[in-house]
């Protein structure tokens, strides 16, 4: 098994320095030359995405980071570099400019300019649009009258200005250091789009025309291979493969077997498969250590889960690293604070004993707290593979705190996301994030700030917590941005409002044909730089 362990402690160094017009090259510096293209076609396994338009898109990660540029890229080891952009810079961290290289087009040979990135935004933060992620544009000034609740929006955002073609400023709400890593790969709002695009969306979204490193070869249809081509005059990193097809599946286990058998060359571990991965495939198993986290979410509406015993005990009942060995292998991590470990500043270990293993002290904080009224019923996704972790954790509640529990899946993942938005759980439920950069404030904003971007994950919005995320997200200084952080952890873990569970890791399996597969600061492969082996 290769696992690749990231740390981000260069991060937030790196954007000290963009306040200061450091310009890095890295991943995405095409002057420095860099990898050979040495042809070839892959075989990629997707779930169907139905929306590919990088405004829309949910689960079109790696198509989009196929198809276009990212202003900025932050690679395996946590360095922040330039991709489209030739340099983001700020004074004060509210208003910044963005310089784009010169000479860049769309695969439509259309040139790419600062009004096609401004006309991108204001159409993903359109609110009669209504897209998936014009959320990731929210803190730009202006974005509140595109969204009104009454009247007509406006259809610009003030605190765009473009200055000339290459160059756009954009003025925050406040301060923000981290605004930087928000322009990279896996913050697709910010991606630009053609003039054309916005004749016929929905014809757009059936042959994307981006920035990036592929072209669309094939027209999407739902549940049909969709195939992208190296795109000839790309001015940034070569690709190292020709020719990427997406094959979308319903069930990732034929997924995983495809790619035993050799019809397929990469495919995320199912749950079911993780225990067994390192024995089918060996060193063709890659582990990459992600920005996502899970938590076990509670129902703060519910007043039996009031009482800050009661949330504690039941984090110390779980056994997290039985769990993670019987149920994903070992690929996981018991977490030890409310971000993942990757994000830069992480302060591991901050969540004490409240995260670790003591049925005795688990016990004896529940009968402190008066004990614990009716059934624990711990309700999740059906259909997701979960079906084993959250039946562990009944268990141990069970024997641990001598409760009755019980885990219950629901019919389908929109039955159970409905039933969270609406506030109508009972029990303690599935709540994760897996962040879009690795930063410690798309974390905290996700899971704490109202609106943040994982509704009712863990039902808990206080305003002192979002005063200090802000404060936090103001400081430029890496040093003081981390100490501003973990003070928002600290004040999170006095309410103590849900039990961190496990820093995740994304685990891919590789055919024979793959000798190196390559990822990015969020976990995802970087499949346009994949090495096939000699012949393949």
């Given at each position: 098994?290769r696992?690749?362990?990231?740390?981000?402690?260069a991060?937030?160094?790196?954007?000290?320095l963009?306040?200061?017009a450091?310009?890095?090259?890295?991943?995405g510096d095409?002057a420095?030359?860099?990898?050979?293209g040495g042809g070839g076609?892959?075989?990629?396994a997707v779930t169907?995405?139905v929306?590919?338009?990088p405004?829309?898109q949910t689960i079109?990660?790696?198509?989009?980071?196929?198809?276009?540029?990212?202003?900025?890229?932050?690679?395996?080891d946590?360095?922040?570099?330039?991709?489209?952009?030739?340099?983001?810079e700020?004074?004060?961290?509210?208003?910044?400019?963005?310089?784009l290289?010169?000479g860049w087009?769309?695969h439509?040979g259309?040139?790419v300019?600062?009004?096609s990135y401004?006309?991108?935004w204001?159409?993903?933060a359109y609110?009669?649009?209504?897209?998936?992620?014009?959320?990731?544009?929210a803190?730009?000034v202006?974005?509140?009258d595109l969204?009104?609740a009454?009247?007509?929006?406006a259809?610009?955002?003030s605190g765009l200005?473009?200055v000339d073609?290459?160059t756009?400023?954009?003025?925050?709400t406040g301060?923000d250091?981290?605004?930087?890593?928000?322009?990279?790969q896996a913050q697709?709002?910010?991606?630009?789009?053609?003039?054309s695009a916005?004749?016929?969306?929905d014809?757009?979204?059936?042959?994307?025309?981006?920035?990036?490193?592929?072209?669309?070869?094939t027209?999407?249809a739902?549940?049909e291979?969709?195939?992208v081509t190296a795109?000839e005059?790309?001015p940034?990193l070569?690709?190292?493969?020709d020719?990427?097809?997406?094959?979308?599946?319903?069930?990732?286990?034929?997924?995983y077997?495809d790619?035993?058998?050799?019809n397929l060359?990469?495919?995320?571990?199912?749950?079911a498969?993780?225990?067994?991965a390192?024995?089918d495939?060996g060193?063709?198993l890659y582990?990459?250590?992600a920005?996502?986290?899970?938590?076990l979410g509670l129902?703060?509406?519910d007043?039996?889960?009031?009482?800050?015993?009661?949330?504690q005990?039941i984090s110390?009942a779980?056994d997290?690293?039985?769990?993670d060995?019987?149920?994903y292998?070992?690929?996981?991590?018991?977490?030890?604070?409310?971000?993942?470990?990757?994000?830069?500043?992480?302060?591991?270990g901050?969540?004490?004993?409240?995260?670790?293993?003591d049925?005795?002290?688990?016990?004896a904080?529940?009968?402190?707290?008066?004990g614990f009224d009716?059934?624990i019923?711990?309700?999740y996704?059906?259909?997701?593979?979960?079906?084993?972790?959250?039946?562990?954790?009944a268990?141990?509640?069970?024997?641990?705190?001598?409760?009755e529990?019980?885990?219950s899946?629901s019919?389908?993942?929109?039955?159970?996301a409905d039933?969270?938005?609406?506030?109508?759980i009972?029990?303690?439920?599935f709540?994760?994030?897996?962040?879009l950069?690795p930063s410690q404030?798309?974390t905290l904003?996700?899971?704490y700030v109202?609106?943040?971007?994982?509704p009712?994950?863990i039902?808990?919005y206080?305003?002192?917590?979002?005063s200090l995320?802000a404060?936090?997200d103001a400081?430029?200084?890496?040093?003081a941005?981390?100490e501003a952080?973990a003070?928002?952890?600290?004040r999170?873990?006095?309410d103590?409002p849900a039990?961190?569970?496990?820093?995740?890791?994304?685990?891919?399996?590789?055919?024979?044909r793959v000798?190196?597969?390559?990822?990015?600061?969020?976990?995802?492969?970087?499949?346009t730089?994949?090495?096939?082996?000699?012949?393949?």
């Open positions: 098994m696992t690749t362990r990231t740390r981000l402690a991060g937030a160094l790196v954007l000290a963009a306040l200061t450091c310009s890095g090259g890295g991943d095409s420095d030359g860099g990898a050979t076609a892959i075989r990629v169907d995405p929306q590919l338009i405004g829309r079109a990660f790696d198509f989009n980071m196929a198809v276009w540029a990212p202003l900025t890229w932050i690679s395996d946590g360095e922040l570099s330039y991709v489209a952009a030739e340099s983001v700020s004074e004060d961290g509210t208003t910044w400019t963005i310089t290289r010169d087009t769309f439509d259309t040139p300019t600062a009004q401004v006309d991108a204001n159409a993903v609110g009669p649009n209504a897209w998936e992620n014009s959320g990731q544009l803190n730009i202006g974005y509140a969204n009104v009454e009247g007509e929006p259809t610009e955002m200005q473009v073609d290459t756009f400023t954009v003025t925050l301060p250091g981290q605004f930087p890593m928000q322009l990279s697709t709002a910010f991606y630009p789009m053609p003039e916005f004749d016929d969306f014809a757009y979204n059936t042959h994307p025309v981006g920035n990036g490193p592929f072209e669309v070869a027209d999407y739902e549940n291979e969709m195939t795109y005059d790309y940034g070569e690709p190292t493969v020719e990427i097809t997406f094959v979308p599946y319903t069930d990732d286990t034929t997924a077997t790619v035993q058998a050799g060359d990469v495919a995320g571990v199912p749950v498969r993780q225990t067994q390192a024995a495939f060193d063709r582990s990459f250590e920005a996502g986290i899970s938590y129902p703060l509406w007043e039996r889960y009031s009482d800050v015993r009661v949330r005990a110390m779980i997290r690293e039985t769990i060995e019987v149920i292998g070992g690929l996981f991590t018991p977490a030890t604070a409310l971000t993942p470990a990757v994000e830069a500043g992480t302060p591991e901050i969540c004490g004993e409240l995260c670790e293993y049925p005795e002290a688990a016990k904080l529940l009968d402190e707290a008066g009716g059934t019923e711990i309700y996704p059906g259909g997701a593979g979960m079906d084993e972790l959250y039946t562990a954790i268990n141990n509640l069970r024997q641990n705190l001598g409760v529990a019980v885990a899946p019919t389908d993942w929109a039955e159970f039933n969270r938005m609406a506030g109508t009972s029990g303690p439920f709540s994760r994030w897996g962040a950069y404030q798309n904003r996700a899971f109202d609106g943040g971007g994982c009712n994950c039902p808990y206080e305003p002192e917590v979002a995320i404060a936090a400081e430029v200084d890496p040093d941005a981390a952080y003070a928002v952890q600290e999170i873990l006095e103590f039990p961190p569970l496990f820093f995740e890791t994304y685990s891919f399996v590789v055919s024979e000798a190196e597969l390559p990822t990015s600061a969020v976990g995802n492969p970087t499949y730089q994949v090495v096939l082996t000699e012949g393949a």
